[in-house]
């Protein structure tokens, strides 16, 4: 995925859009991910200022979810769901087999997901945000190679 590089001015921007919104740390490191694929240090700051929130509060809620990132994501970013449907059709050894089929592949990084709402197709994956129904790994490899 590409995403533009960290500007000030930019991050100021989308900051803006959200601090008024309820629970506006959350939603507004939301909005920083969701521009520049990550939330930079640079960001913390900012958004502290602009919510009002101390810098403490914002890194508290930043490496609280799991989701947050805080370096650029690699080029695919693929989410195997592991809750308990996906488990009973043999998400985990997806996860075994599609770790393995990428260990080698830097640009690939597999992270476990909790329910992504496709159950009635487990095992459910995302690959780059785009939802995939009852996933294997050589499906995962497939789609990979295409990207
Ligand atoms: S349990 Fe995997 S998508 Fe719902």
């Not at 930019?10 to 939301?30: F, K, M, N, Y």
């Amino acid at each position: 995925m590409q995403f533009p590089a960290w500007s000030e001015s930019q991050a100021l921007e989308v900051i803006s859009r959200t601090c008024d919104e309820p629970g506006p740390v959350l939603v507004t490191l939301q909005a920083v991910q969701t521009y520049f694929g990550y939330v930079p240090d640079a960001a913390v700051a900012l958004i502290a200022n602009a919510c009002n929130v101390s810098r403490a509060d914002v890194h508290g809620v930043l490496t609280f979810y799991h989701d947050l990132r805080t370096e650029l994501p690699p080029e695919v970013s693929i989410h195997l769901c592991v809750a308990e449907a996906c488990q009973s059709m043999g998400s985990r050894q997806v996860m075994e087999d599609s770790r393995k089929a990428f260990v080698t592949n830097s640009s690939v990084e597999i992270r476990d997901a909790y329910c992504l709402g496709n159950c009635a197709l487990a095992p459910a994956a995302s690959v780059n945000g785009n939802l995939r129904g009852r996933v294997s790994a050589q499906s995962l490899v497939a789609e990979v190679a295409k990207l």
